[in-house]
């Protein structure tokens, strides 16, 4: 549900901008050659890639390492609730069992190594 409000505010702040983008760009006299299209559209590609790279800049921090994906899997066996192999991949079995440990153990559920999940799991301290 989280990921869904995100995604719906991060889409209206994009439309904001982008109205508030092309009715400054109305009220100005145009003189560099282009056209209110193309300043609307080079703004709008510009806006588009900036959110692009920070989306990928969070996935890719927000990625656990394979070493502690190991230890996760390792715990949720010991612990009975992932049967996979121990292999450090963040596959579809082990959010699974990622998301059975989140839910018995009263965490946000979202399938992924977060802080709370890694304490919870022994894999930090703090």
Request: aromatic share 4%; net charge neutral.
């Amino acid at each position: 549900m989280r990921g869904v409000f995100a995604v719906l505010v991060a889409s209206l702040a994009v439309l904001c901008v982008l109205y508030v983008l092309v009715s400054e760009d109305r009220d100005r006299p145009s003189g560099s050659g282009l056209t209110q299209r193309e300043k609307t559209s080079d703004a709008g590609d510009h806006l588009v890639q900036a959110l692009m790279l920070r989306r990928q800049r969070s996935d890719y921090s927000n990625t656990p390492n394979t070493d502690q994906v190991s230890k996760a899997q390792e715990v949720l066996k010991n612990d009975g609730i992932y049967s996979g192999p121990v292999d450090g991949r963040m596959s579809q079995s082990t959010r699974e069992a990622i998301r059975s440990f989140q839910q018995s153990h009263q965490l946000n559920v979202t399938g992924a190594i977060n802080n709370e999940t890694a304490r919870e799991l022994g894999l930090q301290t703090e």
